[in-house]
């Protein structure tokens, strides 16, 4: 097995041993996107080759002498690109920010660095984090490494995609509705969506503020906690982030509690693939073998969840791209002969056709006369959503569920139909709109060997609950001889 297809932990025990270095990961990693890249298209942009060797021995030098290294010991990660980073252009995946570099660094970013890893580039995106799919970008087309005629998901789904395909060790994404857990569930590999606030905000650029999460993308269960543990804690210049005790989640890999698993009959209803609803049932019933109780929720308000949250998230969106004018930064038509025609064009323009769909659906309902209406009944329909997974975390420790209705699909499939993506997030959504941790992991194939994810979710800020069930689902796929990857 090459460097690049090896997990963090596995890699970390050979720089430990000094069987390996990190400029041979880093070669292992550039080898690996030399040979994918130009069929996946998960980067919008990757290191000057020399940068990243440079970095690579500056930390095996600080490893020679002895000289303590941060937890993610210089392995390579992608971040998502809507991320900002100072050293490299932060588009958004958007032809409005096509030339932006951030003056500054996100607080993941920091962490990122403190903790020695190595960001070797920043992937691609539907633009501004709308889409499910990643054939909204502005850029590229990112394809699923396991069939290139299938989309990788969204909105992370190059993040999701470089990880499938070796061209990465770790990865970041954002989620705001689902946009790390589906991608990692399409191109099997375990995403997490970490609970609102446990992840600073601070330089995402901001699609859903009372929404977005950052978290991680990995290999294992293993290599997403300890991706975890180098992002969380506090961060003052985000307004929402909380002050918590961040335990070592990777430690929580030996457990052997069992489980109540709730089991919520909405999900598993009209609508869902039947090859998906297989391996997700079957995967519950090796839990329940493993001594975990199986116990049948119901989530009764899990029919409005879709357009409410849809509601929430294109207001939030219209309020937070206001900024995009073409004045300040960001695309300027050069044509315009006075302010509004300056604000039309270049906006115009500068968005693609699905961001300025939700900018126009979130003004809609934000205007005058239609606010009650919409954005007031979706808010009051989300505290609804709210109370009813508060009422079933009385009746278990996790909920397990389907991470979409179906696997991944065609590239083009969905395009002309906008309601027909949206519906791809219809189980996803509610950990977003509930602020609940929830993790993606593989749990099988479809005959034609598409990744199928089983989806686990926490109580809000039950992050260690999450990472014990992630870690036994994991265990008890693979002693089950269950293929996943």
């Known amino acids: 097995m090459k460097l690049a297809q090896m997990t963090a932990w596995q890699l970390k025990e050979k720089l430990s041993d000094k069987e390996i270095s990190n400029r041979e990961i880093i070669e292992s990693v550039l080898e690996r996107i030399d040979l994918k890249e130009n069929n996946i298209k998960a980067f919008i942009t ?76 920043k992937t691609n995106l539907d633009e501004f984090a709308m889409g499910s799919s990643t054939e909204n970008s502005a850029i590229q087309l990112t394809r699923n490494p396991h069939n290139p005629e299938y989309v990788p998901g969204g909105t992370s789904g190059g993040s999701a995609a470089a990880i499938a395909a070796d ?17 990692a569930s399409y191109c099997g590999t375990v995403g997490v969506k970490p609970s609102y606030g446990l992840v600073s905000r601070y330089g995402l650029v901001a699609h859903g503020s009372s929404l977005d999460q950052i978290g991680p993308l990995a290999k294992d269960v293993k290599d997403a906690a300890l991706t975890l543990n180098a992002i969380a804690g506090h961060d003052h210049r985000d ?62 308000n899990t029919p409005y969840g879709i357009a409410a949250y849809y509601i929430i998230s294109c207001c939030e969106a219209s309020s937070n791209l206001a900024r995009y004018t073409g004045v300040h930064y960001g695309y300027r038509d050069k ?65 397990a569920h389907p991470v979409a209705p179906g696997p991944a699909f065609k590239i ?12 791809v997030d219809a189980y996803s959504v509610f950990a977003n709109m509930t602020g609940c941790p929830a993790i993606s992991i593989p749990c099988g194939k479809t005959e034609n060997q598409l990744p199928i994810g089983i989806q686990l979710v926490a109580n809000r800020l039950d992050e260690t609950t999450l990472f014990k069930a992630a870690f036994a689902v994991e265990k008890i796929l693979k002693e089950s001889g269950v293929s996943v990857k």
């Open 46 to 121: 990757i290191k000057d080759k020399k940068k990243l060797l440079a970095e690579a021995d500056a930390i095996d030098k600080r490893r020679l002498k002895g000289e303590k290294i941060g937890i993610l010991d210089g392995l390579p990660i992608a971040v998502k690109d809507n991320i900002c980073a100072s050293d490299f252009p932060t588009t958004c995946a958007s032809k409005m920010l096509k030339n932006f570099i951030p003056p500054y660094n996100a607080g993941v970013m920091e962490r990122l660095i403190k903790a020695d890893a190595i960001v070797i580039g």
């Open 335 to 399: 044509n315009s002969k006075e302010i509004l025609d300056l604000y039309l064009k270049s906006r115009s323009k500068g968005f693609g056709k699905e961001v300025q769909r939700r900018i126009m659906l979130g003004t809609y309902a934000l205007s005058a006369g239609y606010y009650d209406a919409y954005y007031l009944k979706a808010s009051q329909v989300r505290t609804l959503i709210i109370k009813d997974f508060n009422e079933a975390f009385e009746q278990c420790d996790i909920i």
């Open 167 to 183: 061209e990465t060790i770790l990865a970041i994404g954002s989620d705001t509705g689902g946009s790390i857990r589906q991608p």
């Open 412 to 423: 083009g499939d969905k395009t002309s139909d906008p309601l027909t993506m949206y519906l």
């Open 239 to 300: 307004s929402t982030s909380l002050s918590v005790p961040i335990p070592d989640y990777s430690e929580l890999c030996n457990n052997s509690e069992a489980f109540t698993i709730g089991v919520p009959e909405e999900y598993f209803g009209e609508g869902l693939d039947k090859e998906v609803f297989k391996s997700v049932k079957q995967t519950i019933s090796l839990m329940e073998k493993s001594g975990c109780k199986i116990k049948p929720i119901s989530l009764p």
